[in-house]
T-cell receptor, first 114, second 114 residues
């Protein structure tokens, strides 16, 4: 069966450190992978998209990698701040799947403490 | 400001009652989606619509119904046939129904049983 797994339910790190979140998938062949941030009681907000032929994508303090051999994406937040505390979701679209369908992981709750 | 508006923010349903959740977008997006989010679970797709007057079932459509009579509106009805409706419901839209475009989310409706 198809599965998307995000490394752990919760990740706690100290301010200033780099947070690394993992998204692993099985039985998918995604053409695109997206990362979202969700705050409590709010809807997810899009952060980054990476294509299967891209190894890495950056946006300010955020970096995403995509390894189709390992079937894994890593999401990094450098110089983390308490304001980065949120749940981060990965989502992917399988090649050949119904247009617009995204499959979401359960998310990793990140807490950055001062 | 453009965005997606979901209402109400909180909704209570009595046994045997149908309730309708509103979703309106002024982003001029073609595609719209309804997801259900339960604690510790990823977003699960209920229904999606790629264009006006057309919609498809997602993974958990039983007990739900939708309509797409206008581009900007995609209401979701939770029927009495849905035996476990307590959840956080999220509406989203994207410019076109392809996986290389981000989805924009509303801030959700939390539905509870009285």
């Amino acid at each position: 069966s198809q599965k998307i797994e995000q490394n752990s339910e919760a990740l706690n790190i100290q301010e200033g450190k780099t947070a690394t979140l993992t998204c692993n998938y099985t039985n998918y062949s995604p053409a695109y992978l997206q990362w979202y941030r969700q705050d409590p009681g709010r809807g997810p907000v899009f952060l980054l998209l990476i294509r299967e032929n891209e190894k890495e994508k950056r946006k300010e303090r955020l970096k995403v990698t995509f390894d189709t051999t390992l079937k894994q994406s890593l999401f990094h937040i450098t110089a983390s701040q308490p304001a980065d505390s949120a749940t981060y979701l990965c989502a992917l679209r399988g090649r050949g799947s119904t247009l617009g369908r995204l499959y979401f992981g359960r998310g990793t709750q990140l807490t950055v403490w001062p | 400001d453009g965005g997606i508006t979901q209402s109400p923010k909180y909704l209570f349903r009595k046994e045997g009652q149908n309730v309708t959740l509103s979703c309106e977008q002024n982003l001029n997006h073609d595609a719209m989606y309804w997801y259900r989010q339960d604690p510790g679970q990823g977003l699960r797709l209920i229904y999606y619509s790629q264009i006006v007057n057309d919609f498809q079932k997602g993974d958990i459509a039983e007990g739900y119904s939708v309509s797409r009579e206008k581009k900007e509106s995609f209401p979701l009805t939770v029927t009495s046939a849905q035996k476990n409706p307590t959840a956080f419901y999220l509406c989203a839209s994207s410019i076109v129904p392809t996986g290389n475009q981000p989805q924009h989310f509303g801030d959700g409706t939390r539905l509870s049983i009285l």
